[in-house]
């Protein structure tokens, strides 16, 4: 017997047409976590705290400190400094060794910035 004279054989007997059956939607976590981390806003997150982990091997013991990341937006990286002092060494001597350290660490495309704020 062939399935579609099977079909139409159940289809008869029922009196309804044969529905078609499900098609099976499984898809590994692998490919659904990604997009769904997107949709949720969570991968910007994600990828702001593992900038904030990596911070004080960065930049050094002192450094990290009298210092931290507070946020990650839109690919400038925000950071609270202590002293004023620092701030000024940060800003004008150190800022371009930072940022070329985090872009190779975390790509250009994370991380376009860094300002520094004193509070």
């Known amino acids: 017997m062939t399935p ?9 007997w029922r009196g309804l047409p044969e529905r078609p ?4 939607r499984w898809q590994p976590t692998s490919q659904l ?3 769904l981390m997107q949709k949720l806003g969570l991968k910007e997150r994600l990828r ?8 004080s091997s960065i930049v050094g013991e002192f450094i990290a400190a ?3 990341p507070v946020a990650l ?5 925000y950071v609270r400094v202590l002293q004023p ?5 940060l800003e004008r001597i150190a800022k371009t060794e930072i940022l070329r350290k ?18």
């Open 4 to 12: 579609s004279f099977r079909a139409a054989v159940i289809q008869e």
């Open 21 to 24: 059956g499900s098609r099976d």
């Open 33 to 35: 976590l990604p997009a």
């Open 48 to 55: 702001e705290s593992e900038v904030i982990d990596a911070w």
């Open 66 to 68: 009298h210092s931290a």
């Open 73 to 77: 937006r839109d690919g400038i990286l």
């Open 85 to 89: 002092s620092l701030h000024y060494e």
């Open 102 to 119: 985090l872009k190779r660490r975390f790509g250009g495309k994370t991380i376009r910035d860094v300002r520094f704020r004193v509070g």
